[in-house]
């Protein structure tokens, strides 16, 4: 009990006095996590609309293994990202191992199917009146679309919101393909493991409890949007 | 010529849904498409607003041919507006839902006000123009959706049951706002409904449909029967207990068992006092005497609420009064029987 208090002082008397340390690795947590994020929903949420506008043959199984790919854990994405961009992977020369750039490949990887399912759902509860009224009022089929996602805003914000929770809380990925340099690739999951395997749990329980903070917020804006959904929706 | 269309057929999970051999509907007038429920009224219009493809046959808007490619579609689709039978309306203010047909169009900025508190206005919405969309009541919802398919002025407005859900008071504000932009615009209405009173008092042309054909006859006193085979050559339609035919055979058919038949309500001739000389008579009371344009309609339960359409001077010399027992005599002319369900 000594220790968590112990622990929980420290770690708040890091956070109060800003620690340049602390903040570096919030800092490099943000913004892979921000990156990958924008990249996953700017190919994510298109395909989302996609498959939900349109009717090919595979159409269930493909969502099947998108649903199946909600639960890969992140460790075998980093194997796979890692057969690839090591030295003796295909896309070796190009030096991504250990960088920013590799921990956002492989979570843009881990993202793309939450955001694409999670659009798919907010799309399909949207009125298909929307489309039939958006195009006899003459609309073009690009015009139709951005009628779709506004109505469907809320959901695809939520979809977002929940893939970006879902990145700044993984480790896998980070500390496969980050290799957690300090300064570079370390961010507060991997820093986390690494502080707790050295026994030095002032900085782990300080980063903890903004990660924490950091998905508290996303949770309640998530809560927010899904509240003004079915809000809209009753 | 607004629409011609031509072995147009639709086919929903193998079922024919729609088969309409021969269609023509001509510019600058009101149609009224009547059909009970599932005949197919929604389907042809979302052929007609070019919203879908039929599987067969051939359209033709405005003297061409309709090809479904990207290109040629959104320009058919910009003369033509289908109001939804519940329509829904986007989040935002009312004007914004108005202005949306302007605005994909790239109406420049001043113009789409302007049009906006025009049509608003000419649908007595114009105090909402601020409001939310989504917070209006039925009868308001559909008002605007008729203003925001008019702000684009187009050829032809195709209305899915325009008066559904909505209380008396808006009904007649609806009508009578379609009535108008026809009288001042010349937009061609096709209009499905239920109501073949609104029909009667609002169209040009009355279009019936019935198990997706259209039926030229019928739209009025369509009733279920049975009909059963004569030993002299004749048929006897039987209604009800007190609602009988004898019929001569009709050309198209062997007709016997479940069918429907349809009666002329113009061919009915009615007569107070006076005995009918043909054996087709029923004796029922006067329920309601309405105008239909030209027309007098009179109501009469006979066991069956009979419709019986007089010219105005057949009116004046009867005279017939609400509550008065008549005399009907339905000659054999007026009587249509068909086949309970077309496969």
């Given at each position: 009990?000594d220790?968590?208090?112990?622990?929980?002082?420290?770690?708040?008397?890091?956070l109060?006095?800003?620690?340049?340390?602390?903040?570096?690795?919030?800092?490099v947590?943000?913004?892979?996590?921000?990156?990958?994020?924008?990249?996953?929903?700017?190919?994510?949420?298109?395909?989302?609309?996609?498959?939900?506008y349109?009717?090919?043959?595979?159409?269930?199984?493909l969502?099947?293994?998108?649903?199946?790919?909600?639960?890969?854990?992140?460790?075998?994405?980093?194997?796979l990202?890692?057969?690839?961009?090591?030295?003796?992977?295909?896309?070796?020369?190009?030096?991504?191992?250990?960088t920013?750039?590799?921990?956002?490949?492989?979570?843009?990887i881990?993202?793309i199917?939450?955001v694409?399912?999670?659009?798919?759902?907010?799309?399909?509860?949207?009125?298909?009146?929307?489309?039939?009224?958006?195009?006899?009022?003459?609309?073009?089929?690009?015009?139709?679309?951005?009628?779709?996602?506004?109505?469907?805003?809320?959901?695809?914000?939520?979809?977002v919101?929940?893939?970006?929770?879902?990145?700044?809380?993984?480790?896998?990925?980070?500390?496969?393909?980050?290799?957690?340099?300090?300064?570079?690739?370390?961010?507060m999951?991997?820093?986390?493991?690494?502080?707790?395997?050295?026994?030095?749990?002032?900085?782990?329980v300080?980063?903890?409890?903004?990660?924490m903070?950091?998905?508290?917020?996303m949770?309640?804006?998530?809560?927010?949007?899904?509240?003004?959904?079915?809000?809209?929706?009753v | 010529?607004?629409y011609?269309?031509?072995?147009?057929t639709?086919v929903?999970?193998?079922r024919k849904v729609?088969?309409?051999?021969?269609?023509?509907?001509?510019?600058?007038?009101?149609?009224?498409?009547?059909?009970?429920n599932?005949?197919?009224k929604?389907?042809?219009?979302?052929?007609?607003?070019?919203?879908?493809q039929?599987?067969?046959?051939?359209?033709?808007?405005?003297?061409?041919?309709v090809?479904y490619?990207?290109?040629?579609?959104?320009?058919?689709?910009?003369?033509?507006?289908?109001l939804?039978?519940?329509?829904?309306?986007?989040?935002?203010?009312?004007?914004?839902?108005?202005?949306?047909?302007?605005?994909?169009?790239?109406?420049?900025?001043?113009?789409?006000?302007?049009?906006?508190?025009?049509?608003?206005?000419?649908?007595?919405?114009?105090k909402?123009?601020?409001?939310?969309?989504?917070?209006?009541s039925?009868g308001?919802?559909?008002?605007?959706?008729?203003?925001r398919?008019?702000?684009?002025?187009?050829?032809?407005?195709?209305?899915?049951e325009?008066?559904?859900?909505?209380?008396?008071?808006?009904?007649?504000?609806?009508?009578?706002?379609?009535?108008?932009?026809?009288?001042?615009?010349?937009t061609?209405?096709?209009?499905a409904?239920?109501?073949?009173?609104?029909g009667?008092?609002l169209?040009?042309?009355s279009?019936?449909?019935?198990?997706?054909?259209?039926?030229?006859?019928?739209?009025?006193n369509?009733?279920?029967?049975?009909?059963?085979?004569?030993?002299?050559?004749?048929l006897?339609?039987?209604?009800?207990d007190?609602?009988r035919?004898?019929?001569?055979?009709q050309?198209?058919?062997?007709?016997?068992?479940p069918?429907?038949?349809?009666i002329?309500?113009?061919?009915?001739?009615?007569?107070?006092?006076?005995?009918?000389i043909?054996?087709?008579?029923?004796?029922g009371?006067?329920?309601?005497?309405?105008?239909?344009?030209?027309?007098?309609?009179?109501?009469?339960?006979?066991?069956?609420?009979v419709k019986?359409?007089?010219?105005?001077?057949?009116?004046?010399?009867?005279?017939?009064?609400?509550g008065?027992?008549?005399?009907?005599?339905?000659?054999?002319?007026s009587?249509?029987?068909?086949?309970?369900?077309?496969?």
């Amino acid at each position: 009990m000594d220790l968590l208090l112990d622990s929980l002082h420290s770690a708040f008397l890091l956070l109060v006095s800003c620690d340049p340390e602390l903040l570096v690795i919030v800092a490099v947590s943000l913004e892979v996590s921000i990156i990958s994020t924008c990249i996953a929903s700017l190919f994510g949420i298109p395909c989302g609309f996609l498959v939900s506008y349109s009717s090919f043959f595979g159409k269930r199984f493909l969502l099947t293994c998108l649903n199946t790919l909600l639960a890969l854990p992140t460790v075998v994405i980093g194997l796979l990202v890692y057969a690839f961009i090591s030295r003796r992977g295909m896309f070796g020369s190009l030096e991504l191992l250990y960088t920013q750039k590799a921990i956002i490949i492989g979570q843009v990887i881990l993202i793309i199917p939450l955001v694409t399912s999670l659009t798919i759902a907010a799309i399909s509860r949207i009125d298909n009146r929307y489309r039939k009224t958006a195009l006899t009022l003459g609309a073009t089929q690009f015009q139709m679309v951005l009628v779709i996602i506004k109505e469907a805003r809320y959901g695809i914000g939520a979809a977002v919101i929940a893939a970006f929770g879902r990145v700044i809380a993984e480790v896998g990925i980070s500390m496969m393909l980050g290799g957690n340099a300090r300064g570079f690739t370390r961010t507060m999951t991997t820093a986390m493991a690494l502080e707790y395997d050295k026994g030095e749990f002032s900085l782990a329980v300080a980063l903890g409890l903004t990660l924490m903070t950091i998905a508290f917020g996303m949770n309640l804006l998530f809560h927010f949007f899904q509240g003004r959904t079915w809000a809209d929706a009753v | 010529m607004l629409y011609k269309a031509d072995r147009l057929t639709k086919v929903f999970a193998g079922r024919k849904v729609l088969d309409i051999v021969n269609f023509v509907v001509e510019k600058h007038k009101i149609y009224a498409l009547t059909g009970a429920n599932g005949a197919g009224k929604s389907t042809l219009l979302t052929l007609l607003a070019f919203l879908d493809q039929p599987d067969q046959g051939e359209l033709r808007f405005g003297g061409s041919k309709v090809y479904y490619d990207r290109d040629s579609l959104l320009q058919v689709r910009r003369q033509v507006v289908l109001l939804d039978q519940y329509p829904i309306l986007f989040t935002g203010p009312v004007w914004k839902n108005v202005e949306f047909g302007l605005k994909v169009r790239g109406v420049k900025r001043r113009q789409p006000e302007q049009r906006v508190s025009e049509v608003l206005a000419l649908v007595g919405m114009e105090k909402f123009c601020d409001a939310d969309a989504r917070k209006l009541s039925g009868g308001e919802s559909k008002r605007v959706a008729l203003a925001r398919g008019l702000a684009v002025s187009p050829d032809v407005l195709l209305c899915d049951e325009p008066t559904a859900n909505v209380d008396e008071e808006n009904q007649e504000i609806i009508l009578d706002i379609l009535k108008r932009i026809n009288a001042e615009t010349g937009t061609s209405i096709i209009m499905a409904t239920h109501y073949l009173s609104q029909g009667r008092q609002l169209a040009d042309h009355s279009l019936i449909l019935s198990h997706g054909k259209l039926s030229g006859r019928g739209h009025e006193n369509s009733f279920r029967c049975n009909v059963m085979q004569e030993r002299d050559g004749l048929l006897l339609c039987e209604l009800n207990d007190s609602c009988r035919l004898h019929l001569e055979k009709q050309q198209d058919a062997e007709l016997s068992g479940p069918c429907r038949v349809y009666i002329d309500p113009a061919k009915i001739c009615c007569s107070q006092g006076v005995s009918p000389i043909s054996a087709n008579q029923w004796t029922g009371k006067v329920l309601r005497i309405e105008q239909a344009r030209e027309h007098i309609l009179l109501t009469v339960d006979c066991g069956l609420k009979v419709k019986v359409q007089l010219d105005p001077s057949a009116y004046q010399e009867q005279n017939p009064l609400v509550g008065e027992q008549i005399e009907l005599s339905i000659p054999g002319d007026s009587v249509f029987l068909s086949p309970l369900y077309n496969s």
